[in-house]
């Protein structure tokens, strides 16, 4: 091999090594944009319907329409645990506060209709009624 052959080849793993570094922190910086664990582990739609406590069918519903995060592998949905948790964190009833509110009534007020004798048995029946 002449020395032109051999400078050609060291400069081939050159880039290469280049190249490889280049891939390796894209990698990197394209996992802190995602903010996604590589070792987090994706559920199966089954695995997801356990854990939001519904059947298969309802899990994959909500996958297929977004209320769930997923992502669509083939024909497969696949989900994070972390997903699902905040998915059912998000739907979590909160108890009522419970004070006693104060309820305000209208007091009607009787109108005359009409006119009464004072004394007379009518006005007595009205004036002993409550208001």
């Not at 400078?7 to 400069?11: E, N, T």
């Given at each position: 091999m002449t020395i032109i052959g051999e400078?050609?080849?060291?400069?081939q793993l050159d880039q290469?090594?280049?190249v490889d570094e280049t891939v390796r922190r894209a990698a990197i910086l394209l996992e802190d944009l995602l903010e996604v664990d590589p070792q987090a582990e994706m559920l199966t739609i089954r695995q997801a319907s356990e854990l939001m406590g519904c059947s298969y069918g309802e899990a994959r519903k909500r996958?297929?329409?977004g209320r769930v995060k997923a992502i669509k592998d083939g024909r497969w949905y696949r989900t994070r645990?972390?997903?699902v948790e905040q998915y059912l964190a998000d739907r979590l009833v909160q108890k009522p506060d419970l004070q006693p509110a104060e309820i305000k009534q209208k007091r009607s007020k009787?109108?005359?209709v009409g006119n009464f004798k004072k004394g007379?048995?009518?006005y007595e029946f009205l004036r002993s009624r409550p208001d």
């Open positions: 400078q050609v080849k060291v400069l290469d090594k280049a996958m297929q329409e645990r972390e997903w009787n109108k005359q007379g048995l009518a």
